[in-house]
């Protein structure tokens, strides 16, 4: 089955820097790749997704890029801002046979520090 | 338009008992997932329902069972408690316009198991 990692684990940014967490996957039948921001005691909120037939997605201080051959996408979060504490979650998924199966990362905490 | 709807929010139950959570899946949407996030990991998927029919299932054993009504909404049983059962159980509903679409996540049932 699919197997999503997820690095780094912990990740702490001054605000205003960048933020950068990546992502590898195993099954190169996924072809649709979620990030989701759970905020303590929240549901998980998806950010940005990208399916495989695009390189790169972005929208205002988010980027995820998708390199299909390498198996790995990441994503950017620029100006971070301490309202971007949270963790992220990667998630690849898969069509498989009927039902979208998606295998979630093990996450990254993001800390901002004013 | 309504979100994705979880009850209850919290409980507490001994080894050994049983246990349903409910969800309530968002307007217009009529494939519903289950996920367990355990405390620091990413969300695992336990199951998938589509037109009250299970369509996709994870590495999780037959004691996990579910239902899909009429409405779309949804229920997750558990039997035969275990410690490691102690989790927050995620629902997702979305729309099954094509495969791998966004899902909206409900705020989760937070299972203690003692």
């Known amino acids: 089955g699919e197997n999503v990692e997820q690095h780094p684990s912990t990740l702490s940014v001054q605000e205003g820097d960048s933020a950068v967490i990546k992502c590898t996957y195993s099954?190169?039948?996924?072809?649709?790749f979620p990030w989701y921001k759970q905020e303590l005691g929240k549901r998980p909120q998806l950010i940005i997704d990208?399916?495989?037939?695009?390189g790169e997605k972005k929208d205002q201080r988010i980027a995820v890029t998708l390199n299909k051959t390498a198996k790995h996408f990441s994503l950017h979060i620029t100006e971070t801002q301490p309202e971007d504490s949270a963790v992220y979650f990667c998630?690849?998924?898969?069509?498989?046979?009927?039902?979208?199966?998606?295998?979630f990362g093990t996450g990254t905490k993001l800390q901002v520090i004013p | 338009e309504t979100g994705v709807t979880q009850s209850p929010t919290h409980l507490i139950k001994t080894r050994g008992q049983q246990v349903t959570l409910r969800c309530s899946s968002q307007s217009g949407h009529n494939t519903v997932s289950w996920y367990q996030q355990a405390l620091g990991q990413g969300p695992q998927f336990i199951f998938q329902?589509?037109?009250?029919?299970?369509?996709g299932r994870g590495n999780f054993p037959p004691r996990f069972s579910g239902l899909q009504f009429p409405n779309y909404s949804s229920e997750l049983n558990v039997n035969a408690l275990e410690l490691d059962d102690s989790a927050l159980y995620l629902c997702a509903s979305s729309p099954w316009q094509s495969p791998n679409t966004e899902a909206f996540f409900g705020q989760g049932t937070r299972l203690t198991v003692v």
């Open positions: 990208i399916r495989s037939n695009v």
């Open positions: 099954d190169s039948a996924s072809n649709y």
């Open positions: 329902y589509y037109r009250e029919e299970e369509n």
């Open positions: 998630a690849a998924s898969t069509d498989s046979g009927g039902y979208q199966k998606v295998t």
